[in-house]
């Protein structure tokens, strides 16, 4: 597995429909953090790890529906509340597995065939959900120096749940240089549970971590 030898640091500015929003990544070695801010407050903040045999992820702020943690193996998906009562587990399909805050690094390792023109489907674990939601990743367009990668529904039921979101990579897919859609973040810690939208973004700086295509494609590759 090619891993992260040096701390990556990232931060994105972007226009929310009220708000200044902050998204922030730091990865070292197998593991990263990612955190959004919204106004100055610490709305979201997940750590997640990968290994071999999977993932795991742990929500540590966010909506009280999102907190917990994920542990993703070759052969199921199992999801924590905080208190580490299994609130609902599930297995694999044949699909890759994909969570929102690894979607570059899924897009990095996948890069190679998304440029071939094949469409990658996938499956994302969502805490809040209680289930595996099914997405597709596609290159839409291309320039000399980055590609426009869209994240869409899976499904045609998930298409009256989900706005398609645009990722602009650089060249080598190293470097996230735009972000446009909804984030994992909610929009409030409280009250009705609703994703945070990202509409433009002012600056884009996010080194993409390097995830070996095992890990996603679990035991399927």
């Not at 997640?48 to 999102?66: C, I, M, P, Y």
Request: net charge neutral; charged share 20%.
């Amino acid at each position: 597995m090619k891993n992260t030898a040096l701390p990556l640091a990232a931060l994105l500015f972007a226009l929310s429909a009220n708000a200044t929003t902050q998204l922030t990544s730091h990865a070292v070695d197998n593991s990263k953090s990612y955190r959004v801010h919204d106004n100055n407050t610490l709305m979201y903040d997940t750590q997640v790890s990968w290994h071999q045999t999977g993932l795991d992820l742990e929500v540590l702020q966010g909506h009280a529906s999102q907190l917990g943690r994920l542990s993703i193996t070759h052969s199921k998906v199992i999801a924590f509340d905080s208190t580490n009562k299994i609130l609902w587990q599930d297995e694999r399909s044949n699909l890759p597995i994909c969570i929102p805050e690894l979607f570059p690094e899924f897009a990095k390792a996948y890069f190679k065939e998304l440029k071939a023109g094949k469409s990658i489907k996938c499956h994302g674990p969502i805490i809040k959900a209680k289930k595996l939601a099914p997405f597709e990743f596609k290159l839409i367009a291309e320039t000399s120096n980055s590609s426009i990668i869209e994240v869409g529904p899976g499904s045609i039921g998930m298409m009256f749940f989900m706005d398609s979101i645009t990722m602009t990579l650089n060249k080598d897919a190293t470097h996230l240089k735009d972000f446009s859609g909804i984030l994992p973040a909610p929009e409030r810690l409280s009250g009705k549970m609703a994703y945070l939208e990202v509409k433009e973004l002012k600056q884009a700086d996010y080194p993409i971590a390097t995830i070996d295509k095992a890990v996603f494609a679990g035991s399927t590759l």
